[in-house]
């Protein structure tokens, strides 16, 4: 159910303004954590706004996609990601930068990160290497990268791991549609504009403002008028009847936004763009999240150390007693 | 094959003589206040006289404290050691307390005490501390002193009533054995002089002996049951009536339980968005819904499955989630 869902609760914002403040709040707080000793003109200079943050993930979000669209599974090249797996990831990509800046941790390896969560949370079965065989340049150090933010990006989502996703309310809607409306010929010959809503709507934010009936019937009715057809009488005569009018202004005006959103929806920047921010972003990345840093290196040596203290402690033969601390100690 | 013949006992081995239970297999180890075990020989030879030190540790023992070790761990016998000196400071009971959390704060301390003393951890300090208690609280140690708490007393009557019922058992099972015997001998007897007597047929007459017999044990099965029946009512009644001390604390015979007063729970239906109609199970058969989704196979029926599933679950994730205001809730 949706509507008992930690999707609808924490996930599911009021209006584009709160998601806009939740980004510029983790910008802020990055530039605050880093160059609280520079002058403001310095800030600016060295580390990237607000605007160039929503640039990057929008451009990384492009980059999902195309990733998922040409994983191939090493095994058997047939086996294509699922349409559900790629939905999945984008939410958590997005969701993840509602609260993350960008300089905190790189869009290259939280992409894939989440994707490979989504994998696992909708049942697409990959193991680790092959996942990384899709990766490009270093598979082993890739590998490393992906379980090493694994558990950091569970955190960011609050555990909160499942998707509502459209494309069963979509099924829904067509079942009533055929039977409720049989007016319109052939609904499935939608299908391939849904698709292609669908996939567009993840690159824009009414995924985290719209719940996912909404975004079902703006796909839909999206589809229907591309069609040259029209699906107006079945929402206001069929879908809302009688009492239930005064609902139908909220879903209107939903669709309506999302409609928007979608065909507003930004083309990925230009290469050169892109190559300026992320040298900009090299330099004022958080070095401890940057894998290729000596502090990373410094710091994930001192980790395995600890993980491993019973192999390494040479066997004590005494049931040394005095090595024991009162309960209280600890 | 050797695990056989192997006994993890024999490698029991006296520190101080370095002899084992396989060479010697009537060793027996032996443990004193400090924890540190010997060999029954070498406390015989280590003290000749009443007291000497411990061989390990250095500490002055006493011969008549030693005892045989019986857990493996020297450790715990040592612990054990310490927690009887302890407890019989520390011998208060649940009842001297006025709440559960002092009564639990009091326990934790003499925790505490007993594994400092047993790791040597402030040994000198948590001494002393027994020491202060005791000289605090002597009237209270002395009152306490070979008392025994409620859960004990209770225990101990419920093993009197066991014995009790038990030897009552006993005692029915004997005198039913001894009626049987009886009537043994009585049926054989009149077998007999009826053979002797009678003039018919011996196969009949032991016939007619062998259904009468059967009768016989029909009634007393009867009369049997009857009587257990009237001994069960009287125990009830016992247990419903008298306010004798053996008998009427039958109510009490648990062990005391500890109830913790909670509020029931109370289902409350979660508060859900509103959502748009959604045809009930029948109308998707009759609305005509089934139509266009993909009918279920005849082993997905088999197994309890129908297209209905999948077909209410699309609808209802489509009416069910459009993010709507729930306050103007009709229906």
């Known amino acids: 159910m949706y509507g008992s869902s930690t999707q609808f609760r924490n996930w599911t914002f009021q209006d584009e303004k709160e998601v806009a403040n939740l980004r510029t709040q983790a910008n802020a707080d990055f530039i605050n954590k880093f160059g ?295 | 094959m050797t695990d056989c013949y192997y006994d993890s006992s024999y490698e029991m081995q006296c520190p101080a003589c370095k002899g084992t239970k396989y060479r010697n297999p009537q060793m027996k180890l032996m443990v004193n206040v400090c924890g540190h075990p010997l060999c029954d020989a070498c406390v015989r030879m280590y003290f000749l006289k009443e007291s000497a030190q411990c061989p390990e540790c250095g500490m002055v023992l006493k011969r008549s404290k030693f005892r045989v070790q019986v857990f493996e761990d020297p450790f715990v016998e040592k612990e054990i050691d310490i927690r009887r000196k302890v407890m019989r400071v520390y011998n208060k009971f649940e009842e001297d307390f006025e709440t559960m959390s002092e009564y639990n704060d009091y326990l934790e301390e003499v925790e505490q005490i007993v594994y400092n003393l047993t790791n040597d951890i402030n040994r000198l300090e948590t001494e002393k501390k027994i020491e202060a208690y005791e000289r605090l609280h002597r009237d209270d140690i002395k009152k306490n002193f070979g008392k025994k708490s409620k859960a004990d007393e209770e225990i101990q009557r419920q093993l009197d009533i066991e014995n009790l019922m038990s030897e009552d058992r006993k005692k029915t099972s004997q005198e039913e054995e001894e009626r049987d015997k009886i009537l043994r001998e009585k049926s054989k007897t009149s077998l007999i002089q009826e053979l002797m007597a009678s003039e018919g047929d011996a196969k009949t007459i032991l016939e007619d002996h062998a259904k009468r017999l059967e009768e016989e044990k029909k009634q007393e099965h009867i009369v049997r049951e009857r009587e257990q029946l009237a001994k069960a009512q009287a125990a009830l009644k016992a247990k419903e009536f008298t306010s004798g001390v053996k008998i009427g604390f039958s109510a009490m015979i648990n062990a005391p339980v500890n109830t913790v007063k909670e509020e029931k729970y109370v289902y409350q239906p979660p508060d859900l968005p509103f959502t748009l109609p959604v045809p009930s199970w029948d109308e998707l058969e009759s609305g005509g819904y089934l139509n266009h989704v993909r009918r279920a196979s005849p082993q997905a029926n088999a197994g309890g499955y129908t297209e209905h599933y999948a077909c209410l679950r699309a609808l209802q994730d489509f009416m069910g989630s459009h993010n709507l205001p729930s306050n103007s809730v009709t229906t």
Do not use: W
């Open chain 1, 36 to 330: 609280s000793h520079m002058t403001e003109e310095e800030q600016d200079s060295h580390f990237l706004n607000v605007y160039e943050e929503r640039m990057m993930v929008h451009s990384y979000e492009n980059t999902l996609k195309d990733f998922c669209k040409k994983f191939r599974d090493p095994r058997d090249s047939r086996i294509r990601m699922l349409p559900s797996v790629m939905t999945t990831a984008q939410h958590y990509f997005k969701r993840f930068y509602l609260y993350n800046s960008v300089m905190d941790y790189h869009p290259k390896e939280i992409l894939v990160t989440c994707v490979y969560l989504a994998c696992k949370i909708e049942e697409f079965y990959v193991t680790i290497n092959d996942f990384v065989h899709n990766v490009r340049g270093d598979k082993k150090k890739a590998a490393e990268i992906i379980l090493n933010n694994e558990l950091q990006l569970t955190q960011e989502l609050q555990f909160n791991l499942i998707i509502h996703q459209p494309f069963r309310p979509v099924e829904g809607l067509l079942i009533d549609i055929k039977t409720r409306f049989q007016k319109l010929q052939d609904p499935e010959r939608l299908r391939p504009y849904i698709e292609d809503f669908l996939e567009k709507v993840n690159l824009t934010d009414a995924i985290v403002l719209y719940s996912p009936g909404q975004i079902a019937l703006a796909a839909v009715t999206t589809a229907v008028s591309r069609l040259g057809d029209n699906l107006d009488q079945y929402v206001t005569d069929i879908l809302f009847p009688g009492e239930q009018r005064e609902h139908l202004a909220v879903l209107v005006e939903a669709v309506r936004k999302i409609k928007k959103m979608v065909k507003n929806v930004e083309p990925p920047m230009s290469d050169s763009k892109r190559r300026e921010i992320e040298s900009k972003l090299e330099r004022c990345r958080n070095q401890q999240n940057n894998p290729n840093s000596s502090q990373y290196r410094a710091n994930y040596s001192e980790i395995d150390e600890d993980d491993l203290p019973i192999a390494q402690s040479p066997v004590h033969e005494d049931m040394g007693v005095e090595r024991l601390r009162s309960p209280s100690a600890y």
